[in-house]
């Protein structure tokens, strides 16, 4: 016989039933973006990869809730419970809870699964039977917090928005790169004069066109990025592009080619000074709060609701808290890595070297 929480449940689309008990419990619980929770965060070991509802850093490794609304699946659950017990034993998660709904399907296998992760990792794994007049008041409370917003917030239109900002990101380098420096050899005074004043209105002519060219550019770009507004959970797991990608797109965008004039030899880039993993942190979470700035400006000039900007973790002044990407990453990779970065570079400067010689 259906009660008030079926006859809810009864009009929605599943994105809608799963996403709306996930917030509304996740409220509830104070699982909030100020706290250092994100949600859909995604771990991977050997038994494969799964993304939990709600997730935050606790020491080195990670806090992770999974919460399931209706009918669980056998199958999926089963294999999402391998990931989290390798996790667990291997100390990439310090603790897991599941939430299910009273009286909606538990295979036997499943209930079996989680028992066993309970007695082999006491205080640490934990299966919590949500009522289902609880249940239902964590739904309404997340419909209540997206009443504010014109249309659901889509995960597809969530990775949408991050890549046209990674986009934007790979642009705006492109075209620093590509900008034309201070060139042009001193003219001879004796018969040189006339050609030195048609360079430099040669020039001035190819330097206007590329400021205008690059204009265009992050005008476009920048419009794509406010149609497609990203979270402040993806601006924390952004990372900078790397130098191969910015080559791979130059490729990609022939239209932004400025072919240089006679210039003077470049000098040879300097080394690449030595940081502490401290100050990379810093580094990065510099840049981490200059994004959530960008975004929360953006987020105003749209017209997102104060209730929207909290939901998407935009209202928090709290320094962005950064999860470890590669706790087994050590010094001697990142010199590593370092040194082969610079040896790439000295290789391109010296391909353009001989690129400008020959096209002489």
């Known amino acids: 016989m259906s009660d008030e929480y079926d006859r809810f449940r009864r009009d929605l689309s599943n994105y809608e039933k799963e996403f709306y008990f996930e917030l509304g419990r996740a409220h509830e619980r104070g699982e909030t973006a100020e706290r250092g929770w994100i949600r859909q965060f995604e771990i991977e070991n050997r038994e494969g990869k799964r993304r939990l509802d709600s997730a935050r850093t606790d020491g080195r490794g990670t806090r992770g809730v999974e919460r399931k609304s209706g009918r669980v699946n056998e199958r999926e659950a089963l294999r999402q419970l391998g990931v989290e017990r390798h996790a667990l034993d291997s100390g990439q998660m310090t603790h897991s809870a599941w939430e299910t709904v009273e009286g909606e399907t538990l295979p036997d296998k499943v209930r079996e699964e989680m028992q066993e992760l309970a007695r082999d990792f006491p205080g640490r794994f934990q299966h919590e039977i949500v009522s289902r007049a609880d249940a239902l008041r964590a739904m309404r409370l997340g419909q209540s917090l997206m009443s504010q917003q014109l249309e659901l917030v889509r995960v597809s239109e969530l990775v949408r928005a991050d890549r046209a900002r990674k986009r934007l990101e790979k642009i705006r380098e492109i075209v620093r790169a590509r900008e034309p420096k201070e060139r042009e050899e001193p003219t001879r005074e004796k018969d040189g004069q006339q050609r030195g004043i048609t360079k430099d209105r040669d ?77 990379e942190r810093e580094d990065a979470r510099v840049r981490a709060t200059r994004e959530r700035d960008n975004a929360r400006a953006l987020a105003r000039e749209n017209g997102l609701s104060p209730q929207m900007m909290g939901i998407l973790g935009l209202n928090s002044n709290e320094p962005p808290k950064l999860l470890e990407s590669d706790p087994s990453r050590t010094r001697a990779d990142m010199e590593r890595d370092r040194s082969i970065h610079q040896q790439r570079e000295r290789e391109r400067t010296e391909r353009e070297r001989e690129g400008r010689s020959r096209s002489e």
């Open 203 to 279: 020039e001035r002519a190819r330097e206007n066109k590329a400021r205008d060219e690059r204009a265009r550019v992050e005008r476009e770009a920048t419009a794509r990025v406010v149609r497609e507004f990203p979270t402040w959970e993806q601006i924390l797991k952004a990372q900078p592009p790397a130098r191969t990608d910015r080559e791979a797109h130059a490729r990609e965008v022939p239209g932004l080619e400025i072919k240089p004039g006679r210039a003077q030899e470049p000098p040879a880039p300097p080394p690449a000074p030595q940081r502490t993993p401290e100050q």
